[in-house]
């Protein structure tokens, strides 16, 4: 059973950092480019990071410079370390593993709220 489990959200005051970490379990965990979406209310989820096998990153426009996605594969690990944090970064964030079209896996989501 594949499982990707986030934490670290939370509430911030704007200019603040949070780290999110997603645990994974039941997949092959180098085998996967390993992403970070969000989904603000009354929005579409959009893509806030990737980070491919090979070391490879991509952001969105929005926050390059104040994010940066990394991964352990010991632990199975991807976490997403965002600093310069402001009120338009609140959403719920999701962990998503990806190999495939049909094979890819999405977590349950963790909320972040930056807010003074």
């Known amino acids: 059973q594949v499982q990707l489990v986030e934490s670290g959200g939370g509430l911030v005051q704007p200019g603040g950092s949070l780290r999110l970490s997603c645990a994974t379990s039941g997949i092959i965990f180098s085998d996967y480019t390993m992403g970070w979406y969000r989904q603000a209310p009354g929005k579409q989820r959009e893509l806030v990071a990737t980070?491919?096998?090979?070391?490879?990153?991509n952001y969105v426009d929005s926050v390059k410079g104040r994010f940066t996605i990394s991964r352990d594969n010991a632990k199975n690990t991807v976490y997403l370390q965002m600093n310069s944090l402001k009120p338009e970064d609140t959403a719920v964030y999701y962990c998503?593993?990806?190999?495939?079209?049909?094979?890819?896996?999405w977590g349950q989501g963790t909320q972040v709220t930056v807010s003074s």
């Open positions: 980070l491919t096998r090979g070391d490879n990153t």
């Open positions: 998503n593993a990806y190999r495939y079209s049909w094979n890819t896996y």
